[in-house]
């Protein structure tokens, strides 16, 4: 199956405990949720120009927690965040 919707190539991609999404960082600066049965884009953030608006830079690392509540994404900025997958809100501060 193919997703359509990155600009430019893919750097990370996990997928989610009930196999039924999954979520894929791109140098396009953005992170985007799919829904496996249809490739149906589900979610998408853009990179920020400033910190505290999330991530700055590239998503090179994306994983899930094993119940799949939390979305963990790594960037080029050196900062980590973590997604509350429930309400796609960012849980806390950046981890630096």
Do not use: C, Y
């Not at 149906?40 to 899930?64: C, G, Q, Y």
């Amino acid at each position: 199956k193919t997703f359509e919707g990155h600009e430019e190539m893919i750097t990370s991609i996990a997928t989610f405990p009930d196999g039924k999404r999954i979520a894929t960082g791109s140098v396009d600066k953005t992170i985007r949720i799919w829904r496996l049965e249809d490739g149906r884009e589900m979610r998408k953030w853009v990179m920020k120009k400033s910190p505290l608006d999330d991530h700055t830079n590239t998503a090179f690392a994306l994983d899930i927690s094993p119940d799949g509540g939390i979305l963990a994404s790594g960037s080029k900025d050196r900062t980590v965040n973590l997604w509350d997958t429930t309400t796609w809100q960012r849980k806390g501060d950046p981890l630096k």
